[in-house]
């Protein structure tokens, strides 16, 4: 095959008129939405949604790694662990995990009236979400402000001051910078996956606005919306395993 | 969200996407569901069940987490390879989970087999068996370190 007819191909399956949602022309074989290798809108639809499915797998994989380590050191310390863990405000965590939960109704959502063409709910619940993400990062701030008030840092940074401890609890170990390790590596590790969930659901508000989606095309926010439920699920996991013990 | 006539061949009826759309009452109850839980957890937590805390900690996490995946990630109408790749993924982290915990949980252990002694915090075997104690007796050796949370505590006495 020659390089002219390969180029010729290319330029022939990408016009660059976009008339969205509409048979373009004839030499095009479907919507401009639809990538130039897939027969149909449902291949392509299913193959990005194996495609993020496999990405997710990945990332729970990725997060095992400190929830193993979290295993080991609380089989290995686990009076430790019941000590550190007084030390984190249960009121804020409850809050956060509530807010979660409800920025994952309010994408799941958004993916629903996408499906059902409404672009203007869509954009309204997307924005939505990224404020509760955005509200769940500052009360984050806070409890981090506390810890590092306290002392109560990773490893051989730490080193608490009583006066910032919570009253009542049972005093704390030497070792207790290892939880605190734990705590940070998880909870930070997800903080930075809700800053990234921002900055996707940013780029999908946008191009919602810009009425790129459709009953027929609504892609991107189902994928950008699995990715969110994703760091829901992960802290649904979080919050009971270092605030409640 | 299965689109239509998946697993009957490659023949789609139209190539359409045919995604299922669950109402807005379904979302709002799987949310409360989870509000719900998220409740009993944190009740639970001042309530002191010993061992089974974890358990029942985790129970509910697993319990919240399938709603979120079944219901808000579409998993119950999705395409089963991709259920498959989630289930598969959750598979080997309990392979990860389990060879890694029953290496660090029974350090400090004598293995019977090879008459050795796991030296606590490296998973070395210790050479000779035991560390060197003068033949003192070995129950009282072993009674103190046999503990599984008792291997490698540091823990001040106050």
Redesign the interface.
Known sequence: MSREAVTAAHVDSSPPHAGHGAHADAAHHGPVWLAHHFDTPAQQFDTAKIGMWVFLAQELLFFSGLFVAYGVYRSWYPEMFIAASRQLNKEMGATNTVVLLFSSLTVALAVRYSQVGNRKMTGRLILTTIGCACMFLVIKFFEYKHKFEGGLLPGRFYHPHLEHLVHGSPPLPDNTGSFFSIYFMMTGVHGIHVLIGIGVLIWVWIRNNRGEFSKEYFTPVDIVALYWHLVDLVWIYLFPLLYLI | ?S??QHGHGLS?DD?????H??S?PF??A??LG??FL?GM??G??YVDLGKA?IVL??V??TM??SL??T????LRW??K??VL??I???L??GV??AY??KD??RRGERDPDQNVHVWEKTGEAAPGGMPKKEHAAPASESGGSAL??A??????Q?
């Open positions: 969200m689109t239509a789609h190539g359409a996407v045919h995604a759309v669950s807005v979302y709002i799987v949310f989870l509000l998220t957890t944190v639970q937590s805390n900690v985790v509910i996490a919240k987490a979120v995946a219901f808000f990630m579409h999705d395409d390879f991709n790749i989630f598969g993924s959750l080997f982290i990860f989970f890694t915990l660090t949980d599984p949370g291997a490698g505590m540091t823990l001040p106050h």
